[in-house]
């Protein structure tokens, strides 16, 4: 079992910056793929916001990508969000995930209980 912790939400005004983390643990977790998901207000499901391997390679969603940087610590098994540029559609609970790589042929899915960003003046 995965075990996450987001951190680094709050209240932001648009143009502004904010840095996520998610700290995970348990066994297995160093090896996995971890990403970013969010869910807007008023929306049914979560939406993709950046992912990343342990070998580095990263996908971010075109409403994202210039303005937010995924990174990866793999020694402190954390992921960090780095979001530039915030706007109001940024406004969301965001969600660290992590799962195993492809290949792996597990179908573990681990999510953190979130972390509201909100952006307003």
């Known amino acids: 079992q995965v075990q996450l912790v987001e951190s680094g939400g709050g209240l932001v005004q648009p143009g502004g910056s904010l840095r996520l983390s998610c700290a995970a643990s348990?066994?297995?977790?160093?090896?996995?793929?971890m990403g970013w998901y969010r869910q807007a207000p008023g929306k049914q499901r979560r939406e993709l916001v950046a992912i990343i391997t342990t070998g580095g390679r990263i996908v971010y969603s075109d409403s994202v990508k210039g303005r937010f940087t995924i990174s990866r610590d793999n020694a402190k098994k954390t992921v960090y969000l780095q979001m530039n540029s915030l706007s109001p559609e940024d406004t969301a609970i965001y969600y660290c995930n992590s799962r195993p790589p492809y290949g792996s042929n597990s179908t573990s899915n681990y999510w953190g209980q979130g972390t509201q960003v909100t952006v307003s003046s």
């Open positions: 348990g066994a297995g977790s160093s090896s996995n793929t």
